[in-house]
C-alpha cells in the first residue's frame, strides 16, 4: 500500500514539475509566409560548462515549419513545429524533457529564418552584431560569418554556433 503511494506520490511531483518548464512567449509573426525552405546546421550547444552537437533539420513546407535535430549518430533528439503563431515540441528524448526547447528552437528561427519577426520583437545591429529585444528585454546577441553564426542567449547562460552543412539546398540568404 505504501508503495503504490510513494508512486502515485512521484509520479504527480514529476507531472507538476515538468509544467514548470518554462515555454517562450511572443513567438507569434503575424506576416509569417507560405513558403518552401530547406536548411541544414551543425549546432554546437554551450551551457553550463557542458556542451552538446546535433544536426538541425530545418524544412517547410508552405507554413509549417519543422525543426529535427539528430544527434551526431543519427538518433532523433527532437522534433519541433511552427505555424506561425506558436512552436509546439511534438517529440523528445526523455532526458530532454525539462530542457525547454521552445526558447531554443526560437533562437534558433531567429538566427537563421531572416524573414521571422515575432510581435513585438526588434533587431538592432551593435557593431558587428545584432541584440534582439522582445518586450523591451534583450533576448539574444547574433553574430554572423561566412562560416557561421554565433547565438549567445541574453538572459539564459547558453551559447551556440550554427554551422550551415554544404548540401543544404533552398536557404534563406535574404
Not at 19 to 38: E, G
Request: charged share 20%.
Amino acid at each position: 500500500m505504501f508503495k503504490t503511494l510513494g508512486i502515485i506520490w512521484l509520479s504527480l511531483w514529476l507531472c507538476a514539475c515538468a509544467a514548470f518548464v518554462p515555454s517562450a512567449r511572443n513567438v507569434r509573426d503575424r506576416h509569417w509566409q507560405s513558403m518552401s525552405l530547406q536548411q541544414d546546421f551543425q549546432v554546437d550547444f554551450h551551457a553550463r560548462g557542458q556542451s552538446v552537437s546535433f544536426i538541425l533539420l530545418q524544412q517547410q513546407q508552405a507554413e509549417l515549419l519543422q525543426l529535427q535535430a539528430l544527434s551526431l549518430t543519427g538518433q532523433p533528439l527532437f522534433l519541433g513545429e511552427f505555424d506561425g503563431s506558436e512552436i509546439v515540441v511534438r517529440q523528445r528524448l526523455e532526458a530532454m524533457r525539462y530542457l525547454p526547447l521552445t526558447f531554443l528552437l526560437r533562437d534558433i528561427m531567429l538566427a537563421t529564418i531572416h524573414h521571422y519577426q515575432p510581435e513585438n520583437a526588434q533587431k538592432v545591429t551593435v557593431g558587428d552584431s545584432e541584440i534582439i529585444t522582445i518586450d523591451d528585454d534583450k533576448v539574444l546577441r547574433l553574430t554572423r560569418t561566412d562560416k557561421h553564426i554565433a547565438v549567445e542567449n541574453l538572459q539564459a547562460p547558453y551559447q551556440m554556433q550554427l554551422i550551415p552543412l554544404k548540401h543544404s539546398a533552398g536557404g534563406d540568404d535574404e
